[in-house]
């Protein structure tokens, strides 16, 4: 009766911020829960010392597709222990974008399965590792283990005291970063062990306690997946949902989970000819099983390319539609990932994405323009330093979070323009004569009016903006905003404000840097292909160049002295295409439809990508897919490959996943705010120019671009090549 009462308290507080949690909530228990690699698992590695065997794949631990808990796969260990032999597997934690290490349970949990069955004293042993690399003395899993029974899946727990440190300072289980698996006893047989759904949680946590069945909304057939989404009453006890799909009459078979939280699922078939029946459960950790969903099914189907560009900007819009932070409406980072966490930037582009979905049908127009009264009634009582906001905001209390370090703490005037980009755009375009719509038009006006453009001119010179400004530590960081970059539409929105506006003479000795050392507009070849902007020696710079300044602003039939954007940023996204084709290191994958250089997490973490320098093998598919509007069929081409080819492991709920490097056969499991909303914004502009014609319809932007004195050359560069 207590454990009742337990539960039913902590579900009335939970189930009133249930999707604010829950990716900070997957984040504290979940070590291990599937590979998104075919074959092996990334995060892991072994080694062995003869006579004793470890099988590996290029390193690192196979998975198995056959048998497991949390579909599709599980590790494999599988190995022979010799006497005077050795061997060692690690599984490390995948440190996502802003994941918080901070399990908060006191036992490890871990299912285990044998084929043969193994004996407890043939087990291996296990240690861990935290993030501060203190590390715990072995201890022997078949301590905690009973003999395992053949094709039988079984539960190990572990006490988190039961681990001892054996390192110079203390070992801190909330830090658990790597876990150790270990030659024990040398018996010489071979073994195999399946290991799936690594946890850490406290040790009885929801015993006895099943979970209400979910209710199957909708599943909808594409050409090679279909797109399942169900509704479920909030439940701290749910681990995951389990998806089962029966294909032409056949069986129900688990095939995939999703975390609590998301009630979405991709199940990527490959075929384009299938009828596919499911179903869905709600699950604690220890498997206690809600009863099964409604049946509904879907088949797929061939699909035009007008078709798969529709598919494609749906499942970005997605993004900001449903996996929003809640108080604000606004896009976070990224998912999963910190839950509070907004990305300035990011939600800007989210906007455009939002219009991209009001005009195709993605959502209810006025749903939409509820959610951006929701996103600049939250904008107006946010943290502002001289009317600009922070690269990052809380949701939860609209301050200013310091993700950068202790000098981010302020203002941020590129990410701040990136959004004003988005909001102009939603200025013009949601222009109906209704309540609503006038209400949100008065919020961006004010929004916009309200920033001070002229603040951010911080040296005595007053020739450039910058970047940053803090309260605490002023201009610090004293990041000059100039040269061939992501930062030509802040010095466009400085100058076109109406309230705060910069001399226009900026755009001439801040961004294009005309009387400083810093050259720009300096040409360069690359595989014949000449371009009128480069970034650095080597390097015509990443595609975000390309596209986060001209989500909004239209390059077509404006020029400066230096370039016609439009076409350079064409030429810029025909470079990189060409050197995907040379491929001059020979990395698996690249080609005519596999390219798109641009920064991007990797599996080695952030990096520019800056071609040609720092490319390892890892293409993001925003790269090729946002450079739609200047390349549609070089951009078609990649659609094509990413989808058909490589969707398995590339297609999620909102669209192709950030990266993936087929060299190392790494694939993100993130989505970022900033990667998704350019698909959806440069495919349209592509295809209609709506955001385009809208952002420009802004009154104030005619003015900028003669004030600037940029160069009119008509209309016949308006159309798409």
């Known amino acids: 009766m207590k454990d009742t009462l337990r539960y039913l308290c902590w579900l009335l507080v939970f189930s009133s911020f249930v999707s604010a949690v829950a990716d900070q909530n997957y984040s504290q228990q979940v070590f291990f829960e599937n590979s998104l690699s075919p074959g092996s698992y990334f995060y892991s590695a072994g080694k062995v010392s003869a006579p004793s065997t470890l099988e590996l794949v290029g390193g690192k631990l196979p998975v198995e597709s056959r048998e497991f808990i949390s579909g599709p796969n599980a590790l494999e260990l599988q190995w022979r222990s010799m006497p005077q032999g050795g061997w060692d597997a690690e599984i490390k934690l995948y440190r996502w974008r802003n994941r918080n290490v901070d399990f908060t349970g006191d036992s490890l949990y871990l299912w285990l399965y044998s084929e043969e069955g193994i004996h407890a004293a043939d087990l291996p042993k296990v240690a861990l590792v ?117 294909e032409h009459g056949g069986p129900f078979r688990p095939i995939g989970v999703q975390r609590y939280g998301v009630n979405r699922y991709a199940d990527f078939i490959g075929d384009p000819h299938v009828s596919a029946s499911y179903r869905v459960s709600a699950r604690t950790s220890s498997l206690r099983e809600s009863s099964m969903s409604n049946v509904l099914t879907a088949s797929t189907h061939p699909m035009t390319d007008e078709e798969l560009l529709t598919m494609v900007q749906e499942a970005a819009f997605r993004y900001y539609w449903e996996a929003n932070e809640p108080v604000s409406g606004m896009a976070r980072e990224n998912t999963p990932g910190a839950d509070d966490i907004i990305a300035l930037g990011a939600s800007g582009f989210g906007v455009m994405a939002m219009i991209v979905g009001a005009e195709r049908g993605f959502a209810p127009r006025e749903q939409i323009v509820d959610r951006l009264l929701q996103i600049t009634d939250f904008l107006a009582r946010a943290d502002r330093f001289h009317g600009a906001w922070p690269h990052f905001i809380s949701g939860r209390t609209g301050h200013a979070v310091g993700v950068f370090g202790i000098y981010d703490d302020g203002a941020d005037l590129v990410e701040t323009s990136f959004l004003m980009q988005g909001l102009l755009t939603a200025r013009q375009y949601f222009h109906r004569e209704n309540a609503k719509e006038e209400r949100l038009r008065s919020n961006i006006t004010s929004l916009w009016q309200g920033i001070e453009w002229d603040w951010f001119r911080a040296t005595p010179k007053k020739d450039a903006l910058y970047w940053h400004w803090s309260p605490d530590y002023a201009f610090h960081i004293a990041n000059r905003l100039e040269g061939w970059n992501e930062v030509m539409i802040t010095y466009m929105l400085a100058i076109a404000s109406p309230t705060h506006p910069v001399p226009a003479s900026l755009y001439h000795t801040g961004y294009t840097s005309e009387g400083t050392d810093h050259v720009y507009g300096e040409k360069h070849t690359y595989y014949g292909i000449q371009l009128d902007m480069n970034y650095s020696p080597g390097s015509p710079g990443p595609l975000f160049f390309t596209q986060y300044s001209y989500l909004g602003y239209d390059p077509r039939g404006w020029r400066d002295q230096y370039a016609d954007y439009f076409a350079n940023n064409r030429k810029e996204a025909l470079v990189s295409q060409a050197y995907s084709i040379a491929n001059p290191n020979h990395w698996k994958g690249y080609g005519a439809d596999s390219w798109g250089l641009t920064a991007v997490d990797g599996p080695d973490g952030y990096r520019e990508y800056k071609p040609f320098t720092e490319d390892d093998g890892t293409i993001a598919p925003t790269g090729a897919v946002s450079s739609y509007a200047y390349t549609p069929q070089q951009s078609l081409l990649a659609i094509r490959h990413f989808y058909r080819d490589l969707g398995a492991q590339l297609w999620d709920i909102y669209g192709f996943r950030d990266a993936f490097n087929q060299q190392e056969s790494w694939y993100s499991g993130i989505t970022m705010g900033l990667n998704q909303a350019p698909m959806a914004v440069m495919i349209e502009n592509g295809r209609t120019g709506l955001i385009w014609r809208n952002f420009m319809a802004n009154p104030e932007i005619l003015k900028m671009q003669q004030a600037i004195g940029l160069i009119h050359e008509g209309t016949e560069n308006n159309s798409t090549p």
């Open 130 to 246: 935290d993030l501060k690399n203190n590390f715990t003395q072995q201890i022997s899993l078949g301590g905690f283990a009973p003999d395992l029974t053949a094709h039988k899946w079984t539960r190990v727990r572990i006490p988190m005291a039961q681990f001892k440190s054996a390192s110079l300072y203390p070992f801190h289980p909330e830090l658990l970063t790597t876990i150790i698996f270990a030659q024990g006893n040398a018996d010489g047989g071979l073994h195999t062990l399946d290991i799936d759904d690594i946890r850490i949680e406290n040790a009885g946590q929801w015993a006895g306690h099943t979970p209400q069945s979910p209710r199957l909304l909708e599943a909808k057939g594409y050409e090679r997946h279909v797109d399942i989404r169900w509704e479920a009453p909030p439940d701290p006890a749910v681990a995951q949902y389990v998806i089962y799909r029966s």
